[in-house]
């Protein structure tokens, strides 16, 4: 009994010690004593068994597919004042990996619910994080029986048996994609954080090396860390270092600028390519080459633990961009942007001023136009 109540006395002891090295953070961002709680214990009880995810979703179903050119949906959101291409004939393709909305503790994968607040988190990707390619591409975004953000939480062993297992629901809708709906169009492929993780193992199986590779305009794949190291393996695929090249991969992990000097050295071998001059690594950006901030529509249902009841989330309309809103730099692996204290993008900051809630949104318009430009690009060199 003494030595149970021992071994709580000290996860109690380190849960304190964490939160008040990110009192500001955690006051800042309205998280409470019930959110810390989903942190450390909301996680599922048991171990991951496959055989209790739902079955695997049909993408011959248009239920399955959180956005598709031919209906409509959270992805076709333009910022006012700003123009989107026809969808339905459009000549090049977006497939887009959205990432983790599933934060509780109930299973491992996402059971699929059809109404509940992870599937509105989704339409919140669609809306704030996908609708970026609208201006040049028809957009394909799969549901997918997403890893849990515990995953994340547990051993490595635990979140890279289930990301596997997670990856093959991402493999056949990619599949799908080509096979039914490319129709031998070129694409982009994009993705965010747990959906990164799974497109650079499509682009490193289904696409490098591969007569696919070709007809790749580029890849967005931000957030969530990117090796060189990995990049380096590929046959075809490397680090874009120009706003127009083509069949090549950009990626970033967002920090607050405040965070410069400190020491980091986990995203040390990281890529870092900076969404508004589109270098490889490089200096600070000029503050007049910032297309645009797009600040996010609706809210992100943030609970670890409880229910996942749908919350009657709507989104949209999506604001006019604002211009010149931001500087980055690259360096040591990290796109250090500009401090958004004091702004409506505040709240988005984490701990250690971890911008990765802002990946997208801080450089929206730069993400739009640089698609817009690549997508010209491409059709131009094949016309010639």
């Not at 993705?191 to 490098?208: K, N, T, V």
Request: charge should be negative; proline fraction near 4%.
């Amino acid at each position: 009994m003494k030595k149970t109540f021992l071994v709580l006395a000290c996860l109690l002891v380190v849960m304190l010690g964490w939160a008040f090295l990110y009192i500001d953070e955690l006051r800042d961002q309205g998280l409470t004593a019930e959110t810390a709680y989903g942190y450390f214990f909301g996680g599922p009880d048991h171990p991951f068994n496959p055989k209790d995810a739902v079955p695997q979703l049909d993408y011959s179903k248009e239920t399955s597919w959180a956005s598709l050119p031919f209906k409509a949906d959270e992805a076709d959101l333009i910022p006012a004042g700003e123009e989107g291409v026809d969808q339905l004939n459009s000549e090049v393709d977006v497939f887009f990996v959205h990432p983790t909305g599933f934060l509780k503790g109930s299973s491992w994968t996402d059971p699929l619910a059809e109404e509940s607040a992870t599937k509105e988190n989704t339409q919140w990707m669609m809306a704030n994080q996908a609708s970026a390619f609208n201006g040049c591409c028809s957009i394909f975004a799969p549901h997918y029986r997403q890893a849990s953000i515990h995953s994340y939480f547990g051993s490595d062993k635990l979140r890279e048996e289930i990301h596997a297992f997670v990856y093959q629901d991402v493999k056949k809708a990619f599949d799908y994609f080509i096979t039914n709906y490319s129709n031998g169009r070129p694409f982009i492929l994009a993705s965010h954080s747990q959906g990164s993780g799974h497109s650079i193992r499509l682009l490193a199986e289904e696409i490098d090396g591969t007569n696919l590779y070709s007809r790749m305009i580029g890849a967005y794949i931000i957030g969530g860390e990117i090796s060189k190291s990995w990049i380096n393996r590929m046959d075809d695929i490397v680090i874009c270092d120009g706003p127009t090249q083509l069949g090549c991969l950009v990626h970033w992990d967002t920090i607050n600028v405040k965070y410069i000097n400190k020491n980091m050295p986990r995203f040390k071998n990281n890529i870092c390519v900076n969404p508004i001059t589109w270098k490889n690594e490089g200096s600070l950006s000029n503050l007049s080459d910032s297309k645009g901030a797009v600040y996010v529509s609706g809210d992100f249902a943030l609970d670890l633990t409880g229910d996942d009841n749908p919350k009657g989330e709507t989104f949209g309309p999506l604001e006019a961009p604002i211009k010149q809103h931001v500087q980055a730099q690259c360096k040591n692996g990290i796109l250090f942007a500009s401090d958004q204290t004091g702004t409506r993008f505040q709240g988005f900051g984490g701990s250690q001023g971890n911008y990765h809630g802002l990946d997208f949104a801080l450089f929206y318009m730069d993400i739009r136009e640089n698609a817009i430009l690549k997508a010209k690009t491409y059709l131009d060199n094949i016309s010639k």
